[in-house]
């Protein structure tokens, strides 16, 4: 492996020191099962790693129907998956952890590097989007909480600042009435980046959908919303007639490119199977 | 570069030996440990070769600096094993089945199979293809793989190496 120091602070005020005195060289480490790739495929010139095993504060999971969900940044992919809760309440959520890589990776890749990767095709970004969920930063500045919908910028970018740590992710308790899917589609189950990822979650009120949200992954420069096909769903009564037609509106919405894994109109075609998928899912559970 | 003393208790034995911060937890156990048995198939994440039991846990040691471990509780392949003289029952019933055959892949497989018949020495095909998904063999096509396992759980059920119909996440 190429060398680099590695450095391990005690405090947030000292990681983001470290990360700014540092400079370009200098990354976070957390889970690593990224990092740690990048690092020995030479995608990533990599000097220091700053890890932020020993900050305090920075793990523990809730989840409640009545608080809905937070994790900090060092909660890992399996852990957050066998939290009581995570399975019944957001399935969506569970699903992507389950089709993340494998049981090893799982156990040491965190939710947050996953997305503060900001890979278009990231598992748990889809779910979490589609759920309104928010993510914390903390800078000296000042922390913030950023919608997870405004956090990206473009592949591997968002608007995290130099020296500003993401600390932890809050989705908003599942409504009732409300049901949530997504679907992974690669070329095998394991082991594998997401060919397309469909998220959809429902708000439903006497079988009339209130509020729908779609979000797509791998089919963009970021995960996207669908907000046209979105509003076709919503005012309806989720029957095959509609759902097709807002599946067919999702993929217009996006904005796929070829690369190894797919070609850009596999994609789209996709896009619209999968999105009508979801909604079915989704009606299945709240039938 | 700096070394870290790294302090572990690897195989229910302290051990102790001073590191780089990039060296990886694989390359520690197998270079300053002398524990050879656990491979390094792609040093990647990909293929599983590399799986040891960290904190109770199964991880890729290729994937974890081994200054992270500090202070950790290890087993690796040469854990497996009781005593010299007493196989465990997934290395008896893998030379029955014939289930190794370059034995690259087995190391991991072993240790992957040992965590999940723990829980759960009964599993579905289904539940031992979603145990070993991060483990990848070249020569076996997994047959036999599956058919040792199934017959190790058997067993371990049958010894009380096992919590017999208790199922646990992974
Ligand atoms: S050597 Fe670690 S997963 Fe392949
Ligand atoms: S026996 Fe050769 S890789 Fe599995």
Known sequence: ?287 | MTKTVLDLVVNGESRSFAVEGHRSLLDALREEAGLTGTKKGCDVGDCGACTVILDGKPINACMILAVEAQGAQITTIEGLQASPDDLHPLQQAFMEHGASQCGFCTPGILIMAKHLLESNPLPTDEEIRFGLSGNICRCTGYTKIFDAIRTAGKRMAETGMALPATKVEA
């Open chain 1, 1 to 287: 492996m190429r060398r680099f120091e590695y450095h391990a602070p005690n405090s947030l005020e000292e990681v983001s020191g470290l990360l700014t005195s540092l400079g370009d060289g200098a990354f976070i480490l957390a889970g690593g099962t990224d990092l740690l790739v990048e690092i020995r495929e030479r995608l990533r010139t990599v000097k220091h790693l700053v890890d932020i095993k020993k900050v305090p504060g920075l793990s523990g999971i809730t989840c409640s129907a009545a608080q809905g969900l937070r994790f900090g940044a060092m909660t890992t992919a399996g852990e957050l998956a066998a939290h009581p809760g995570l399975a019944q309440l957001y399935p969506n959520l569970y699903d992507a952890l389950c089709a993340l890589a494998s049981i090893q990776v799982r156990n040491r890749a965190t939710v947050i590097g996953n997305i503060c990767r900001a890979s278009p095709s990231a598992d748990t970004i889809p779910p979490l989007v589609a759920d309104g969920a928010s993510i914390e930063t903390w800078h000296p500045d000042g922390a913030r909480i950023i919608p997870l919908a405004e956090f990206f910028t473009g592949p591997g970018r968002s608007v995290l600042r130099a020296g500003e740590i993401a600390t932890a992710i809050t989705v908003p308790p599942p409504q009732p009435g409300s049901y949530r899917a997504y679907i992974k589609h690669g070329r095998r189950k394991a082991m594998e980046l997401a060919t397309v990822g469909v998220a959809v979650s429902l708000d439903t009120k006497d079988g009339i959908c209130t509020a729908a949200r779609i979000a797509l992954g791998a089919v963009g420069p970021v995960v996207l919303r669908a907000p046209q096909a979105e509003a076709l769903l919503v005012g309806t009564r989720l029957d095959p007639k509609t759902v097709t037609s807002a599946a067919q509106q999702a993929m217009l919405e996006c904005t796929p490119i070829s690369n190894v894994r797919s070609s850009a109109d596999y994609r789209r075609e996709m896009v619209g199977v999968l999105t009508r998928r979801a909604v079915q899912q989704v009606l299945e559970v709240a039938a």
